[in-house]
């Protein structure tokens, strides 16, 4: 359940900077064009971040049983 709690909610945090970069900052006038928040590989690096935690919880809840 742990595993489940903690992928769920790095999900929520996923598609609500997804819907920030896509939606909210597009629209702001007086924004940076050269800020790179919300690039591709930003992205990503944040994909894998949480990829990698979330092999690590299901790796130590695994060992547990």
Do not use: W
Request: hydrophobic residues 45%; contains cysteine.
């Amino acid at each position: 359940m742990l595993v489940a709690g903690v992928i769920a909610f790095q999900l929520l945090i996923i598609s609500g900077t997804l819907i920030g970069c896509f939606t909210i900052y597009p629209k702001i006038h007086d924004r940076d064009p050269g800020n790179e928040r919300c690039s591709g590989s930003q992205i990503s690096e944040l994909m894998a971040q949480i990829t990698a935690s979330a092999f690590a919880l299901y790796g130590a809840e695994a060992g547990r049983d």
